[in-house]
T-cell receptor
Framework: AQSVTQLGSHVSVSEGALVLLRCNYS??????LFWYVQYPNQGLQLLLK??????LVKGINGFEAEFKKSETSFHLTKPSAHMSDAAEYFC???????????FGSGTRLQVQP | DTAVSQTPKYLVTQMGNDKSIKCEQNLGHDTMYWYKQDSKKFLKIMFS???????INETVPNRFSPKSPDKAHLNLHINSLELGDSAVYFC?????????????FGPGTRLTVT
């Protein structure tokens, strides 16, 4: 079975500072990894995905993530935070043959002016 | 031209009632899902249908019954609602072929049971 651990339920950064949201996964087979963002009272929007191609993945809104197999990590970064980045971020994993996503517990990102 | 839509967006009802949530996708996907997000924001898969066939059925009370009349629609019927059913229910869809694997989510249905 797959699992995802997101370290830090709350992360607070200043506007313009680096954003780093941590995600570690566990899977006995090659995983597909995703980051989703959820704004208040809205659905989930895909930020980026890793599907065994390039290990450094670029997504929307200036976010990127790097797949590190040796560390079983898929951390999300953004060089400079904007106020509009404040939201809940979810890391998720799926595997071939079981398309359902297994989500981490989420990280709430606060951006201070 | 919403990709994945759900109705209703909000649902307030009393314990013991029966209610349904509807989901439709216009992306041409062949797999649809129901997820439950609890009050702590934790998301968990409930069901998945591929070409109208149930392929994932997690440990969900049998008061919950999904139905997929066609590839573009997936409904969720809940009997004898309980307080613990209060949550946000998300529908999602994806393609099984190709390497994309990503799922597209609807806006959610916030169910409140009083």
């Amino acid at each position: 079975a797959q699992s995802v651990t997101q370290l830090g339920s709350h992360v607070s950064v200043s506007e313009g500072a680096l954003v780093l949201l941590r995600c570690n996964y566990s899977s006995s087979v090659p995983p597909y990894l995703f980051w989703y963002v959820q704004y208040p009272n809205q659905g989930l929007q895909l930020l980026l995905k890793y599907t065994s191609a390039a290990t450094l993945v670029k997504g929307i809104n200036g976010f990127e993530a790097e797949f590190k197999k040796s560390e079983t990590s898929f951390h999300l970064t953004k060089p400079s935070a904007h106020m509009s980045d404040a939201a809940e971020y979810f890391c998720a994993v799926s595997v071939s043959g079981r398309r359902a996503l297994t989500f981490g517990s989420g990280t709430r990102l606060q951006v201070q002016p | 031209d919403t990709a994945v839509s759900q109705t209703p967006k909000y649902l307030v009802t009393q314990m013991g009632n029966d209610k349904s949530i509807k989901c439709e996708q216009n992306l041409g996907h062949d797999t649809m899902y129901w997820y439950k997000q609890d009050s702590k924001k934790f998301l968990k898969i409930m069901f998945s249908y591929n070409n109208k066939e149930l392929i994932i059925n997690e440990t969900v009370p049998n008061r919950f019954s999904p139905k997929s009349p066609d590839k573009a629609h997936l409904n969720l019927h809940i009997n004898s609602l309980e307080l613990g059913d209060s949550a946000v229910y998300f529908c999602a869809s994806s393609l099984t072929k190709g390497a994309s694997y990503e799922q597209y989510f609807g806006p959610g249905t916030r169910l409140t049971v009083t």
